[in-house]
């Protein structure tokens, strides 16, 4: 069975940065997919970017130009450096491993237990 487990998440204020990371183990991990995904307070979980195996990834149209997504198969971790932080981005902060590669959260099969990132005005 296929394992996440995130960190990384902290407070900071606007305009800071964080990096997250989230290893993940498993038979066949490294064929997997592998994604960030957030819940802010009173919304639904909503993708933030993903990567594939051969490190093509999407970016929401939210965090394009200040977040990243990369990934160390060598070290089976996926990493969000995260920079120019805004208030909007609080939330919980998933990753999330899968076989299909989907944009949206129904088609990932694996998920770790989040980790919190609050940004204050």
């Known amino acids: 069975q296929v394992q996440l487990a995130e960190s990384g998440g902290d407070s900071v204020q606007a305009g800071g940065s964080l990096r997250l990371s989230c290893v993940f183990s498993?038979?066949?991990?490294?064929?997997?997919?592998l994604a960030w995904f957030r819940q802010g307070p009173g919304k639904e979980r909503e993708p933030v970017a993903n990567?594939?195996?051969?490190?093509?990834?999407r970016h929401a149209e939210s965090v394009k130009g200040r977040f990243t997504i990369s990934r160390d198969n060598a070290r089976n971790t996926v990493y969000l450096q995260m920079n120019n932080l805004k208030p909007e981005d609080t939330a919980i902060y998933y990753c999330?491993?899968?076989?299909?590669?989907?944009?949206?959260?129904?088609?990932?099969?694996?998920w770790g237990q989040g980790t919190q990132v609050t940004v204050s005005s």
């Open positions: 999330a491993a899968g076989m299909k590669g989907t944009w949206t959260a129904p088609g990932w099969d694996y």
């Open positions: 990567i594939d195996i051969r490190g093509t990834s």
């Open positions: 498993g038979p066949n991990a490294k064929w997997h997919y």
